[in-house]
Structure formats: C-alpha cells, structure tokens
C-alpha cells in the first residue's frame, strides 16, 4: 500500500473509532435459533465467492433459516463478472468508497440499516470497509475472527490459532455459533 493510501486508512480507522456506538447492549444468539443472519466477506476470487455462496446454502438447509443476508466487498476497482447481484447477495468494491476507504452507497446503508440476530465477519485479514461495515450494523450479535482491532468491534471472536484457510474459519465459527445458549449440555466425548 501506498505511504498515501496507508495515511487516508489511517484517518478512516481514527473516523472509526469516534463513531463507535458506546451504549449498544450485545444479545448472544444460537445459530440454529437465529431468524436473521448477515455475513460480510472479503472476496478475494470466486473460489472465495462460492465458499460463502455454499456456506450460506448450508445454513439455509441445515438450520431452516431462510433470511440470510451475504455482502461481499472486493478490492477491485470494478465489480468482477461473478459477483453481479444475485437474491440475498450484495458486493461492492473500491468505486463504493469515500476518501477515508468508508463504504458509501445505497447497498451498504441499506445493510447496515437491517436488524439482524447475528452478523458474521468471515474475513481473514482486517480491512477497513469490512470493519466500518461490522461496527455500524445494527445487528444484536457481531462474530468473527479474533484480532486486536476487532475487541471494540465484535461481541464474540473466535481465535483460529493461525490459520489461512477460510473453509477452516467457517467450519470454527459455525460449530461455536451452535454452542451459543445451546439448551443441550456439551458432551466431552
């Protein structure tokens, strides 16, 4: 990144931080009870593309939820070819940010906008947008990977002790998404 570019983050991530909601009231959700799910990703390629398109696939069926809500953010000046609007799946990329690298626009106020039980950040690295986008949501339960920037941001993070592979963080944050206030008992075995 660019020493500009890295000055105008920077100041984004200071905007950040002032516009965090001091008063919100976090609310622990199961996944399998949960009525209204978002998932916010980075979309690296379409093979990441298509990992959240099947992930969300498998909420639908497994756990019968019918509202899931996807948003990907490519870091492309141009929308690629595969992720054109699809139903319950939105994107933006570079030409969607202000001057700070805050996401602007009908799609992402729209997003933020909706109440959701649980939000799910499945990105592998911290970016901006994604962050902006996971602070301002009006969701009740925010959930993620674990990192140093995300403590302010998230209700619940999940350590995945280094890994890269994001089918691995799936995988994590949907079997503690089914722990949450689970109204069965553990078992150790």
């Known amino acids: 990144m660019k020493p500009f570019d890295r000055l105008k983050e920077w100041m984004g991530i200071r905007r950040l931080l002032r516009e965090l909601p001091q008063d919100r009231n976090p609310v622990a959700h199961n996944l399998a009870r949960a009525r209204k799910v978002a998932i916010v990703y980075l979309v690296e390629d379409e093979a990441a593309h298509n990992h959240i398109r099947n992930y969300v696939k498998r909420i639908k069926e497994e ?10 953010y490519s870091e492309e000046k141009a929308m690629p070819h595969y992720l ?35 939000i799910i950040d499945l990105t592998l690295e911290d970016r901006l947008p994604i962050q902006y986008i996971m602070a301002k949501s009006r969701s009740r339960f925010k959930v993620g990977r674990w990192s140093e920037s995300n403590t302010k941001i998230l209700d619940m993070m999940i350590d995945v002790a280094g890994s890269r ?4 963080l799936i995988q994590q944050v949907h079997h503690y998404l089914l722990m949450v206030n689970s109204r069965t008992e553990p078992s150790l075995n």
């Open 63 to 72: 756990l019968g939820i019918s509202n899931v809500k996807a948003l990907g």
């Open 165 to 168: 592979s994001l089918p691995q």
């Open 84 to 118: 054109h609007a699809k139903l319950n799946f939105d994107a933006i990329c570079q030409k969607d940010l202000n001057w700070y690298r805050i996401p602007q626009g009908n799609t992402v106020q729209n997003f933020m906008a909706e109440e959701y039980e649980i």
